[in-house]
């Protein structure tokens, strides 16, 4: 199986890139954010927890995401591999990231990182705000706050790929094609 973590600081581009990567290589796209969003929209319990999370610009609890993925996984039988989109944001989400795909007999290939800076990330969300109708990326205070999660809790994640040899960085600066394929690139030298 070809499993990607597809990395990066909220705006990088990690929505738009995971479509163009799921169409090529045939792969299950699963972005936590997505998952949340469906669910606030079906007003279920799991979304009016996420929502006083999300709203905050902070993490939904670990245990709860985990819990999540793992059942968004095994709904899929015999994929090709899967894209994890805004997952892990956590040491711990990663940790059981590996757990997880160790029973099922797979793990992940690598991590793609999409690199790029703070205030070209501040921009975009913004922009994004006027068309994704997202309450969270209206709010500058709440960009603000979700950057400095990103630095403070998800970014070390970086560092846990890296110890497995399987961290590559990618220059996330450029039109959307440039990007995707630098993506392509990495990946068919994997
Ligand atoms: P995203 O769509 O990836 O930008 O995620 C939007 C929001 O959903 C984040 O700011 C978090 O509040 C929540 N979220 C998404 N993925 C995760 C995750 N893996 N762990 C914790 N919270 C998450």
Same mark, same amino acid.
């Given at each position: 199986?070809?499993?990607?973590?597809?990395f990066g600081p909220?705006?990088?581009?990690?929505?738009?890139?995971?479509?163009?990567?799921?169409?090529?290589?045939?792969?299950?796209?699963?972005?936590?954010?997505?998952?949340?969003?469906?669910?606030?929209?079906?007003?279920?319990?799991?979304?009016?927890?996420?929502?006083?999370?999300?709203?905050?610009? &902070?993490l939904?609890?670990?245990?709860?995401?985990?819990?999540?993925?793992?059942?968004?996984?095994?709904?899929?039988?015999?994929?090709?591999?899967?894209?994890?989109?805004?997952?892990p944001r956590t040491?711990?989400?990663?940790?059981?990231?590996?757990?997880?795909?160790? #029973?099922?007999?797979?793990?992940?290939?690598?991590?793609?990182?999409?690199?790029?800076?703070?205030?070209?990330?501040?921009?975009?969300?913004?922009?994004?705000?006027?068309?994704?109708?997202?309450?969270?990326?209206?709010?500058?205070?709440?960009? #603000?706050?979700?950057?400095?999660v990103y630095n403070q809790e998800t970014a070390p994640v970086k560092?846990?790929?890296?110890?497995?040899?399987?961290?590559?960085?990618?220059?996330?600066?450029?039109?959307?094609?440039?990007?995707?394929?630098?993506?392509? &690139?990495?990946?068919?030298?994997?």
């Amino acid at each position: 199986m070809l499993n990607i973590v597809l990395f990066g600081p909220p705006g990088a581009g990690k929505g738009t890139q995971s479509e163009r990567l799921i169409e090529k290589y045939g792969l299950v796209h699963l972005s936590t954010g997505d998952i949340f969003r469906a669910n606030i929209k079906g007003e279920t319990e799991l979304g009016t927890l996420a929502k006083s999370y999300m709203d905050q610009g &902070q993490l939904v609890p670990d245990s709860v995401t985990i819990d999540m993925l793992r059942s968004e996984v095994v709904k899929h039988e015999s994929p090709r591999g899967f894209i994890f989109d805004g997952f892990p944001r956590t040491n711990a989400q990663a940790e059981a990231l590996d757990v997880f795909l160790n #029973e099922l007999g797979t793990g992940i290939s690598v991590m793609l990182a999409l690199e790029v800076e703070e205030n070209e990330l501040k921009t975009r969300l913004l922009k994004r705000a006027e068309v994704s109708g997202r309450a969270d990326d209206a709010n500058p205070e709440v960009i #603000e706050k979700r950057i400095h999660v990103y630095n403070q809790e998800t970014a070390p994640v970086k560092s846990f790929y890296h110890a497995q040899n399987k961290f590559i960085s990618i220059n996330g600066i450029g039109s959307i094609d440039e990007i995707t394929n630098r993506l392509f &690139q990495e990946i068919d030298s994997i």
